[in-house]
């Protein structure tokens, strides 16, 4: 089955194999070097040459793990913080901040809007109390890239923290961190790394990581000064899912020897080639190209297609497609290019479409 998803995503037969690996229990020194081999990559991979100054921290849990431990990590007593909502994972956010009220300000837009950097740069000097800010790099509700690297020097200049829910837009769009002085950016396995969901992560600026670790503990399973202390001297405090590390050990290799750049221009081709497909079949795009990402693509329904139909019409040839959400469920689809896919994969999906909507709906 082809996952035109957003995660879970196809992965290569060489990462899968890696789960069949020999047992290993996560005391002995075999994981220690697993731990040491991935927080490595994840360096290499997404702050090169800036690696002596971030750490990288490994927890079992899909990616709102990582964004969750994020945000209960990185506040000292009294302070807050500004939270961006654009889109569903905006939204989740802000969710998570309620649970503890843990937010100053919420700044809202519509799904389709990119949030504005000066906005968000008055909000920071309007609040006193303010730590810093945390807003999604890729909001896969529509594939919408936010403005990730001006909001980061913004919040920079005015010494706050940056986080940064990256968890769809790492491997799958650029990112300096290092250069912005990101503070937290937290990502996952199974996206654009092309591994196994299960696994999460942090890339934390040391500095401030030797802050987090005195700041108040208010999670223990997500506190990232728990994993930090214990990774630092190679183990891990809770039990890992061990198999699929040793996955996600593979992928990193994979996505290292492929080359970041090059992974993310591939993802590019085939988000063009997807758009240009749609476009001949009168299929529209519901963001304009200059807000789209490169691995998601969100469409109007064509006219009398429900996505009901159109998702096992194409279940039933071999593709899985997304849904819409909230307000949009019923208007519009969802096409991922994320995962170990080839052009091949993707010249067949789209003559799967084709055939749905010429022979079956008869929809021009």
Known sequence: ???????????????????MGPDICHRESECSELLGNIRRKLLGAFVPGAESDYTAILLTGSGTAAVE?????????????????NGVYGERISSIIATQRLGIAEIKY????????????????????????????????????NPVPEVAELVDSRGGVFIVDSVS???????????????????????????????????????????????PKRSWYLNLGNYYMAQENGTIPFTPAVQVYAAFDEALSELLEEGVTNRIQRYGRMAALIRERMATLGV??????????????????????????LHD????????IYAGQGHLESEIFRVANMGALQETHVEGFLGAFEEVLKHEYRVT
Not at 1 to 19: E, T, Y
Not at 123 to 135: E, F, N, W
């Open 1 to 19: 089955m082809i996952l035109l998803n957003p995660g879970p995503v196809n992965v290569s037969d060489r990462v899968r194999n890696a789960l």
């Open 69 to 85: 431990a994020s945000i209960m990590s990185c506040l000292p007593p009294g302070k807050r913080l500004i939270h961006v909502n």
């Open 110 to 145: 519509k799904w389709d809007t990119p949030p504005d950097p000066e906005t968000i740069l008055r909000s920071l000097k309007q609040q006193p109390s303010a730590h810093g800010v945390i807003m999604v790099h890729h909001e896969t509700t529509l594939g919408l890239v």
């Open 169 to 215: 837009g790492l491997g799958g769009e650029p990112l300096d961190i290092a250069g912005r002085h990101m503070y937290m950016v937290a990502g996952t396995a199974g996206k654009c790394i092309q591994g196994f969901p299960g696994v999460s992560f942090v890339l934390v600026r040391k500095g401030f990581m030797e802050n987090v670790v005195k700041y």
């Open 284 to 309: 529209r795009t519901v963001l304009p190209p200059e807000h789209q990402s490169n691995s998601l693509t969100a469409f109007y329904l064509p006219e009398g297609l429900t996505y009901a139909v």
């Open 313 to 320: 019409r194409l279940k039933e040839r071999g593709y899985v």
